[in-house]
């Protein structure tokens, strides 16, 4: 062991340089030419940053369209999901009341419309996306409280969603808003 | 759901395409043959200049294991070092504290054994500095430590007796600069470019379109991201890991993140087949992996497709599955892929919480990590599949009453016994620190109400998960488990490291033993063990040995829990 040990601290040393200054430094470089030079992309409206691009926010105004149930409440600086096992009967209360809530503050949606990703919290609590279908659901809440004809609303999801070939399709909530801000 | 399926096949038939010109490539690179990357070789002739190592010195099989113990030590404390004084060292910019011994204890090992168990969140239980010089580095090091070892045994398969193994460090450099550290460039450059983060700034401070104030943790996120998977590691940066939207930021980053981490474990098998010249056995290799993995993956992608029956019931729409845990980018079928991709292979990394997911589906994860070699880590995937092997080649030649013999050596009572020791200690140590947890929390339900998120049998689930993937140097966890505890820390931090250098030591000294002996060409009194038959003898040893072992432990938790709920 005597024979190996001071070989091992110096490879050590070398490899400290190599793989946590020069490998660093190499993808920290080569990020500067990445959007927002590698810190994250941003959204700004009237010359604000509000949020991030890929970071789920809050909204509980009616005006808005909510982003899913979080377990974290959105906040950024943590990030964890609800951990509850599927046959948790304190859970399955939770996305009961979830639903009532929400049948509540849509009047006109029924039970079946409701996808479950509107009752079910996602794995980061910062998912910053919904299915067309989540959005959808809320489109006469949000033109009613917007004074807005529903159409135009429909038209604005139908804009923001992203499709994909090989994944599911989906809508950012935070540009979607943004947009609704902007209309 | 027709291209959320498309989507994993997608995936997985573009890691097969990658992974076989790669094997090619590591089976060149280790036989020290003309290859791609050769104009790096200054570069690893002054790494070995600057260190006083001499890399063409041939070493022992017990000179390999005694250099690679007495590195890792080095690295342990000089994780356990800078994790407990974090707090007062610099690059720290959110002021994180430095951590408790216990937890400092656990996270070094953790890191050290290539099983990233994480007791912390990143964003809020580690400075950058941690986060580079302990984190980073133990993923790039543990990687290659792995590899170097399956090299080893590589060497001494040949048709050849010899005591002379080729060099340690040579194997290990040559794992960094020829394949983690492009490899890893590649990576994060490319999740740089999707929007991952890669800096040193702190937390972003800001105020929402609603008008909610929130600060948005960021850090040298692309750089760690990339090593964690290509090599195995699965530690997040964030608490959430490869769910978090800045880690893996879209489908794309997660198909990336996802053939990254599939990859080596694949190209190993491949190599082995270059590198001896025996695609055949290779091939064999393969086959019962691919087809353990298709067996574990196929009921998870179709029971978190079907969704939550207790959720089906509210009378919701539940099209796309089982959401709980899951982030719309990636849907329940890539989720699904990714959990059982992440548990045969002992990455651990998750982009779900797998404590949310169907209780068949937690036992297929499981089942990954019990049996622990469907294409399993890097380099020790191979090695726990090889100690399988010897215990196939063992039974088998009893059985028709031949020699048992593998690649022309005769297999005998000393490296069968190894062999065992090793298959057996992987349940051994999951059952009883298992049913030692189980013991204290019924023994003192109210003390120790913190542990379990769920009660009932998805709570023993949690208990057996978390010491399944301690023993399977796995890392991904039931999350619900409140395991930041001296318990915790220190029992499954002493089964991480018996779990880690046992199955190295183990393999590599039969392989060593092995490569001593005389090799007898193989003739008609030969078991070829490059057969599909040899290969459904393998996988009935490993479904006796590593499955049915842990059937009753499984009857208790996801089982039990199972017909609970449909």
Not at chain 2, 255 to 272: G, K, Q, R, S
């Amino acid at each position: 062991m005597k024979q190996h040990l001071l070989p091992a601290f110096r490879l050590t040393l070398v490899l400290l340089v190599v793989c946590c200054l020069i490998y660093p430094a190499l993808i920290w470089a080569g990020a500067q030419l990445a959007p927002n030079s590698g810190q994250g992309e941003t959204i700004s409206h009237r010359s604000r940053v509000v949020g991030y691009d890929n970071v789920g926010q809050k909204f509980t105004r009616p005006e808005y369209f909510w982003s899913r149930p979080s377990a974290v409440d959105y906040n950024s600086a943590g990030s964890v999901g609800s951990n509850k096992g599927p046959s948790n009967h304190e859970y399955q209360a939770t996305v009961q009341a979830r639903l009532d809530t929400f049948l509540l503050q849509n009047p006109g949606v029924t039970k079946a419309q409701v996808p479950a990703e509107l009752i079910t919290a996602s794995g980061s609590g910062l998912d910053p996306h919904l299915s067309p279908a989540g959005a959808a659901v809320q489109v006469a809440r949000v033109a009613r409280a917007r004074q807005l004809d529903a159409a135009k609303v429909q038209a604005l999801v139908a804009q923001h969603t992203q499709h994909s070939l090989l994944g599911p399709d989906r809508v950012n909530v935070l540009r979607l808003n943004v947009a609704l801000d902007e209309l | 759901m027709i291209n959320e399926l498309l989507g994993i096949g997608a995936i997985y038939f573009l890691t097969l395409v990658l992974a076989l010109p790669l094997g090619h490539y590591l089976a060149r690179v280790f036989k020290g043959e003309k290859n791609l990357l050769d104009f790096l070789r200054p570069v690893e002739s002054s790494i070995f200049r600057l260190s006083g190592i001499d890399a063409r010195r041939e070493m022992s099989w017990q000179q390999h294991l005694v250099a690679l113990l007495t590195i890792n030590l080095v690295w342990f404390l000089l994780a356990m070092l800078v994790l407990s004084t974090q707090g007062s060292l610099p690059l720290n910019p959110d002021q994180n504290p430095s951590m408790s011994p216990d937890l400092a204890f656990n996270t070094a090992i953790s890191f050290l054994v290539n099983c990233n168990l994480q007791h912390y969140s990143g964003e809020s239980g580690l400075s950058y500095l941690s986060q580079i010089v302990v984190i980073t580095f133990l993923q790039f090091v543990s990687a290659a430590t792995g590899i170097a070892a399956a090299v080893v045994v590589f060497n001494a398969l040949q048709t050849r007796a010899t005591d002379k193994l080729g060099n340690f460090y040579n194997y290990f450099i040559k794992s960094l600069t020829r394949l983690l550290l492009p490899g890893s460039l590649l990576v994060a450059l490319l999740l740089a470019f999707n929007g991952t983060p890669m800096t040193l700034q702190g937390k972003q401070e800001l105020v929402t379109l609603q008008g909610d104030s929130v600060a948005v943790s960021r850090g040298p996120v692309a750089a760690m991201v990339a090593i964690k998977e290509l090599g195995t590691n699965g530690g997040g940066f964030y608490g959430a890991n490869s769910a978090h939207p800045l880690e893996n930021p879209n489908y794309l980053t997660n198909a990336i993140e996802n053939i990254a981490l599939v990859i080596i474990p694949v190209a190993m098998v491949f190599a082995l087949g270059f590198y001896l010249n025996r695609r055949k056995l290779a091939l064999m290799i393969f086959g019962v992996m691919t087809v353990g993995f298709v067996v574990l993956l196929a009921p998870t992608v179709y029971y978190e497709l079907q969704g939550n029956p207790a959720i089906s019931h509210l009378g919701v729409n539940q099209a796309l599955g089982a959401l709980e845990g899951k982030e719309m980018r990636f849907g329940a079928a890539a989720s699904a892929y990714w959990s059982i991709t992440n548990t045969v292979i002992s990455c651990g990394s998750v982009n779900s919480m797998h404590d949310s997911f169907m209780p068949l589906s937690g036992l297929t994860q499981m089942l990954g990590m019990m049996t622990n070699a469907f294409y399993g880590g890097c380099g020790v995937g191979l090695l726990n599949f090889f100690a399988y092997l010897i215990i196939a080649v063992f039974i088998a030649g009893l059985m028709v009453g031949r020699t048992p013999e593998l690649l022309g050596k005769k297999i005998e009572a000393r490296e069968m016994k190894i062999a065992i020791l090793v298959t057996l200690l992987h349940p051994l140590l999951i059952l009883a620190g298992t049913a030692l947890t189980a013991h204290l929390y019924t023994g003192n339900p109210q003390e120790y109400a913190g542990w379990l998120a769920n009660p009932g049998y998805h709570g023993f689930s949690e208990i057996l998960y978390e010491f399944t993937s301690s023993a399977a140097n796995n890392g991904s966890g039931f999350e619900g488990l409140g395991d930041n505890t001296p318990w915790w820390n220190i029992s499954t931090g002493v089964v991480l490291l018996l779990s880690r250098f046992l199955p190295i030591i183990g393999p590599v000294a039969i392989a060593g033993l092995l490569a001593r002996k005389k090799y007898v060409p193989e003739s008609a009194g030969t078991l070829p063990a490059d057969t599909a038959t040899f290969g459904v003898m393998v996988m009935a040893v490993i479904v006796i040995i590593a499955a049915l072992a842990f059937f009753p432990a499984l009857a208790l938790g996801p089982i039990a829990e199972h017909f609970s709920l449909y």
